[in-house]
């Protein structure tokens, strides 16, 4: 059974620092691109950032570029969202996603909330 798990989420200030982690299990996700999405409370899911397969590409979303930065460890079927000078538009449930062609795995998410 294939899961995507996420943790690091919590309650950090304006300014500070998390580290989300997603553990990919079931099966190997050598040739998925991987990555994170999020929802803010009343608004639709957004794409956040993505890294390919071989991990030598990602993408992110304009809103966070030069402040979040995504990176997978293909040997743990890892993929992390290290998240800096958050705001507080950055609160969201964040979610973890894996995709190949038409095949797309979500995990249940966790809780970013900044305070200002």
């Known amino acids: 059974q294939v899961q995507l798990a996420e943790s690091g989420g919590g309650l950090v200030q304006a300014g500070g620092s998390l580290r989300l982690s997603c553990l990919a299990s079931?099966?190997?996700?050598?040739?998925?691109?991987l990555g994170w999405f999020r929802q803010a409370p009343g608004k639709e899911r957004e794409f956040v950032a993505a890294?390919?397969?071989?991990?030598?590409?990602?993408y992110y979303a304009d809103s966070v570029k030069g402040r979040f930065t995504v990176s997978r460890d293909t040997a743990k079927n890892m993929v992390y969202l290290q998240m800096n000078s958050l705001k507080p538009e950055d609160t969201a449930v964040y979610y973890c996603?894996?995709?190949?062609?038409?095949?797309?795995?979500w995990g249940k998410g966790t809780l970013v909330t900044v305070s200002s």
């Open positions: 079931g099966r190997t996700f050598n040739d998925y691109t």
């Open positions: 890294i390919g397969w071989s991990g030598g590409s990602t």
């Open positions: 996603s894996a995709v190949k062609g038409w095949i797309h795995y």
